[in-house]
Each structure stands twice: as C-alpha cells, then as structure tokens.
C-alpha cells in the first residue's frame, strides 16, 4: 500500500453506508449497502471476502475497481477504453490522491505510462450516491475515448434478479424483472435522447424482494442521450453495474490537457424494499436546490390545448377553453403545437417560432390577457432542436441538420435534428426562445423533442450525439439564469426525455402521451420508481382516449391524473354536465391535497393482481391519502384486504373515503370509521366491490 493513504474510505447516510477500499493501489467498492454501524472496521469486511485462489485461474484476482482497468488484467469489461491510435490502451492509473469530507470522497489515479488521469468523485446526498468518472488526457498526444464508465458499483452475489425498464411512445417505464447468470445484461440506447423503451435505470434485488421487504438497489444515469447500461457476472462470482453515455466511433477525441466527466450514476440502496429504495431517490430530488422552486408554491392545476384542438387554432375557441378551463379551476393554462410559422399540420413551420399572423393576427397578446385576467398564468409549447424541411428556418440553413450524407434522412414525423453541437444553432434557438420570453408574460415552456437522433452526423462528418445533448443542456441552462422565474417542463413525445440530467434544468416532465388511465397507472407506477409525483405531469384525457380508444370514466380519470403535477388534456365543450362537474370536483380534490401528493411519501403496496394501490403518507405521519383501483374482475367475490404501508402504527385515524362522487357499490367503510394505524398495516381494510376501472381515494387522517 503506498504510505499516505488508508486501507479503506467511508460514507455513510441516514440509511446506506459505502465502504471504498484500496485494492492494489486502486479504489474499488468493498461494500454498499444498508447503514453499517458506526464502529464497523472495514478491515472486517475485507477479511470475510477473502477467497482462496480458484482453480485454472490467475493468482489473485485484477480489482473491481471504480474504473476496472485492462491493464491491470481485470477480467471483465474495463470501466474506460482508450487509446492513441491503437497505443496506450492498457489503462493502469494507481492511486495518487484522496480527499476526504463528510459526504464525499474523490480519489484521483494516475498513469503517467499511458498519458491518462482519472477522478471518481463519490458525493453521498442523503441515501443516494452520485458519482462520476473524470477522464483528463495527461498525455502529448490526442486521446481517443471509446467507452468511460461512470464508478462501476458492485452487487453481492445474492442480488440475482434485476429490474429493468422497457416500454415505446405511450406505454414508458415499464418493469421487467429478469435473473442474472453469467455474462452480461445489456441495455443499450442509441435513439438519441433518452428514450422510451430504454428509461436509463435499473433496480436489483435479492430474490423475492416485493415493495416493502428484501434488499433492494437502485441505478440511474442522469443523461439525456444514447447510454448503456450493464450488469456483468464474472464467472469468479463478481457482478457489478456499469452505466455509462454511449459514445459513436470517433466521438470523443481528448487533446492534450483535456478532460471528459461522465454523467453521474445515482445509486441507493434499502433492505425495506423497492418502496424504499423510491422514498431514497424522491427525498433526494426534492433536497436539491433547484428543486426549491417547486416548494415556493403549489404545483398549478394545467389545462393543455393539444388534445383539444391539435393544429386547429383559433383564438376564438381557445379563449372559449380558456373559461371552461378557469371554470373547473384550472390554474395555468398551456398552449401546445401550431401556434407558429406555417405549423397548420406536422410537416411545415418547424424551426419558424414566430407567432402566426394568419392563425393570431394580433399575436398571442388578446389570448394571453383572456387567460390572465381569468386568473391563470400561460404557458408555451416549443420545439427548438427540431426543423421541418418546409420551414423558413431549413430553406436559409439546410446545413444545421444533423445527417450522415449520401445516406438519405430517414423520415420521421416530418422534421430533421437541429445540430445543437453547433453555437450559431444554440445562439439562433436561445434568442428565438427568448424573444417570445421578452414579448409575453409566459411562466412555463413545454419543451418538446419528437424525434430520435436517427443518424447524428454533423456538418464535418463527425458523430454529433454527444455534442448535441451538451448543446441542449447549455441553451437550457442559458434559458433558465436568464429567466428564472420560467418553468419548463421535459417533453419528447410524451416521457421520452426523463432522467435527473435534465431534470437538473427542468421542472416536470411530461410523464407519456397516453391519457388512458388505466394504462397510466403502470406508467405512472413505473415512473414512480425513479420520480416524485410533483415532476410527473398527469393530465385528464377526452372521454374517449385518443391513443387506446378506450372510454374510461371521469371519476377514474381523476383518481389517475390526481396523484401527480396534474392537468386537463381534452376538449371542455364536449364534456357533459356530470362529467364537467366531477372534473370540478377531482380538481378541488387534488388541490385539496396536493401538498400531501407533493411531498408525502410514496407507498406502492403489492395488491392483488388486477388491482393498483398506493399510499402517499405525510412525513410526520399525521396522515395519507390512498389510492384503490380495480383494474380487472376477481377470481372470487370479494377482493383481498389491502394492507397500507408507512402509516403511525400506535396512531388512530380517521378514514373516510373522498372519491369517487358517487360511490355505488355497498361497503361497510362507506362512512369512514377510526382505525390504529397497526391495524390497517397489519389487518388491512376490506375494500369495497368495484367494477374493472373503478377506484376509490380514501383519505385518513390522524
Ligand atoms: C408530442 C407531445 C404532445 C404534443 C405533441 C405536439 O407528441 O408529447 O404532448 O405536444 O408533440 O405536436
């Protein structure tokens, strides 16, 4: 061990502690997991993973480290691939420094016979760990990146099954659980951004772990572009979890004294269970700093027009929906795609984002005063990374898009790829964005992006992907200090751009375009994993939904779009009294409660299969709003109790039951009752009847 350092380095949380220990001159994670008591000696760890040397097998084994080294004979796949023209490869960076605070750890390695230096960062935010990797070419020579992974963590051996995340356009987040043999477990992403079918996270669990029981670990990337994500089991018994932004050939070229930092792993850990590990990544969302913004007031109810009117503006109508929306008690009111250029349908007026004279002669002035003096504030769809070739924008610069010529564009919704890595594009789309900022009183942009990065190729013939997310990133952040009082919402087609990168520059996100509720309950739930409600935009769909053509009632509507940053998406004047009034209703009721939503925590419960439930409880425990939807028929005649979660066990509370308006079935607990909170834990409630697509809200309180 070389002299100055010690032989392990500790972070500890309120409820995960991470051990790093210095393994052959390298760091390298000797535990994470659940809080290890304060007086623990790591040296006590190390000692009980001591193996024997294995048969047919090297001597001892090259360390997991944080950036496992193929110089150093790691077995597995290296944490960084890097070369100088097929030279310096065999990365073998040793330890050079530690700095050590009470909530993070920074280890730099170096490797002066390569030219390369690398930094992992370890910071411990209540019980979730980010992490990243800084690669700096130390090199005289320019240092090409194939592959640089964010800390590696490992998994005990006894965490076998994972959780993956999979899904397409109106069906995201979800779950698939899988075991884990040898070899590897692979998500890739090359869409561009972050992706419907491949959300950039992972739970791993030991077997049979549920929502409240088991050890249980959560991954996610906080980058919104093409990633991959691994979970590699050597054959020595070794498992670990990689994420890392997935580099095109020639992307990342570093000179001499540059650096390349890796997005930052989010990792926690619990041994209560998927639910916890939630609780962990929601806490931590809601501490950060720039989510203080959302604290400062109550997340305002939406009304959307885009699935109202589409690309049929008319300012008429819309300021009609704008009193429709006030009336019902909507507090912001959004207008989506078609305002501009010549965008009359989705194949012209990308790229143009001035006002239409045609469609709003006046500009959007008379509408914006309409929906202010109606008490809301207004909001604004855009899409600045796009442009459609029948554009003014595309006809003065065909040259911006990203391509990979003679290779024809591939169509897709009719638009091309601005190249954000160039700064005339970035400088171009922030002053247009910032010009309709300056000339309306706008809170709220809904930022759009409705394409994948299908072959991201710049103007020099270089891969662009990379480029194209930091583009994005930086006019985002140029936006949001030159306006900060503008929220924005992440949106690309519905939840395909969701992930703490852009989170750390955006308000919400658009969860998914399906407004069916039934399937945005597992939408929703496997969002849930990753998010808190506050970021989840939920809105009430047209009667029938557009996507599914499902007709699902308005009270199960409301139960569905209640439980997040909730809205309104369909067309007002087509709704009936009852169903007008029960919308009324459900946006009181939300509003009612959305301090609860918004900052209570959340528990998923395991309810039978064929229904959907959860709890959000108060921090202090004083009390809970649940959610109980049937979602298919039951075997037999009575569904089974349902057993809450996170309540005050020696707390006695009032239950009463808030929704829906008009409950039809017979229950005993109609009339609400005083229950301990051990009982409804321990016993549950007997729920009532409930037709498939039926749910009731109960609400308890102490
Ligand atoms: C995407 C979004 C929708 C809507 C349309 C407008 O699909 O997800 O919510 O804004 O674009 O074109």
């Known amino acids: 061990m070389t002299a100055p350092f010690s032989a392990a380095y500790r972070l500890d949380g309120a409820n995960v502690s991470l051990v790093v220990e210095i393994i052959a001159e390298v760091p390298a994670v000797r535990y994470w997991g659940p809080r290890l008591p304060d007086d623990l000696d790591p040296a006590e760890l190390s000692a009980l993973a001591a193996r024997a040397e294995a048969n047919a097998s090297p001597a001892y084994e090259a360390p997991l480290a944080l950036t496992p080294q193929a110089g150093q004979g790691f077995p597995g796949r290296p944490g960084l691939t890097a070369h100088r023209g097929g030279l310096d490869w065999a990365s073998f960076a040793l330890l050079v420094d530690v700095e050590q605070a009470a909530d993070r750890l920074v280890f730099t390695s170096r490797d002066d016979a390569h030219g390369l230096e690398l930094v992992h960062d370890l910071q411990l935010s209540g019980d979730v760990l980010a992490a990243t990797t800084r690669l700096t070419n130390i090199g005289a020579e320019a240092l090409q990146v194939d592959h640089l992974a964010a800390p590696v963590i490992p998994l005990p051996g006894f965490v076998g099954q994972i959780i993956g995340f999979e899904g397409r356009w109106s069906g995201e987040f979800q779950l698939r659980r899988q075991d884990l043999g040898m070899g590897t477990w692979l998500h890739e992403n090359r869409r561009g951004r972050t992706s419907h079918d491949a959300f950039p996270g992972l739970l791993a669990t030991e077997r049979d772990a549920n929502e409240t029981r088991g050890l249980a670990f959560g991954f996610h990337l906080g980058w919104s572009g093409n990633h991959r994500l691994s979970v590699e089991t050597l054959a020595d018994g070794r498992r670990s979890v990689a994420m890392e932004a997935l580099f095109m050939p020639g992307e990342i070229s570093l000179a001499p004294g540059e650096s390349l930092t890796t997005p930052a792993i989010f990792a926690t850990v619990s041994d209560a269970g998927l639910g916890a590990v939630s609780r962990h990544y929601h806490a931590f969302l809601r501490a950060r ?12 109810v939406h009304y959307n027009s885009w699935e109202a009117v589409y690309f049929d503006h008319d300012p008429q109508v819309l300021m009609a929906l704008a009193e429709k929306a006030a009336a019902v008690g909507v507090e912001r009111f959004v207008l989506d795609d078609g305002w501009f250029g010549s965008r009359r349908s ?7 984002w001035q006002v239409s004279p045609d469609v709003y002669p006046q500009g959007l002035g008379p509408l914006i005063d309409k929906v202010r003096a109606l008490g809301m504030e207004f909001g604004l769809w855009v899409e600045p990374e796009m442009v459609n070739p029948d554009s003014d924008l595309f ?32 400088e171009r789309m922030y002053r247009d964005v910032a010009a309709l900022l300056e000339e309306y009183p706008i809170s709220y942009l809904k930022w759009d992006m409705n394409r994948d990065l299908s072959q991201p190729g710049g103007a020099d013939g270089r891969a662009g992907a990379t480029a194209h997310v930091l583009g994005l990133y930086e006019v985002l952040d140029r936006l949001r200090a030159s306006y900060p009082a503008v929220e924005i919402e992440s949106c690309a087609s519905g939840g395909g751009r969701a992930d703490f990168g852009v989170l750390a520059r955006t308000d919400r996100v658009w969860t998914s375009d399906s407004n069916d509720a ?12 990753f998010f808190p409600a506050e970021l989840m935009g939920a809105h009430v769909g047209p009667t029938r939904c557009h996507i599914t053509g499902r007709v699902l009632s ?11 940053h909730m809205g309104i998406e369909a067309d007002l004047r087509a709704l009936d009294a009852e169903e007008t009034a029960d919308l009324a209703a459900g946006v009181a009721l939300h509003k009612a409660h959305r301090d609860l939503i918004h900052t209570g925590a959340l528990h998923r419960i395991d309810a039978a299969e064929g229904v959907n439930a959860f709890a959000v409880v108060a921090e202090d425990g004083s009390e809970a ?20 979660a996170g309540l005050n066990p020696a707390a006695e509370y009032d239950l009463k039951a808030v929704w829906p308006p008009r409950l039809k079935a017979e229950w005993p607990l109609k009339q609400g009752g005083r229950f301990r909170g051990t009982a409804l834990m321990q016993a549950g409630f007997q729920p009532p009847r409930l037709h498939p697509g039926t749910a009731v809200i109960l609400h308890l309180r102490r």
């Not at 700093?289 to 305002?300: G, N």
């Not at 649940?626 to 809450?644: D, I, N």
Request: a positive charge; glycine letters at 8%; zero cysteines.
């Open 346 to 352: 989705d194949r012209a007026g990308l790229g143009d």
């Open 554 to 564: 308005m009270p199960l509507r409301v139960a569905t779009a209640l439980f997040g």
């Open 289 to 300: 700093p720039e989510h203080q913004r959302l604290r400062a007031k109550p997340r305002p």
């Open 625 to 644: 709003l649940v959610s109980y939807t049937m979602l298919t028929e039951q075997r037999g005649y009575f569904a089974e109790p349902l057993r809450l």
């Open 395 to 426: 006809r003065a610069h065909p040259e911006w898009v990203l391509g990979t010529p003679p290779a024809p564009q591939i169509p897709f919704r009719h638009q091309l790829v601005l190249d954000f890595g160039r700064p005339e594009v970035r």
């Open 518 to 529: 039934l399937d945005r309950l597992s939408i929703q739930r496997g969002f849930s994993h």
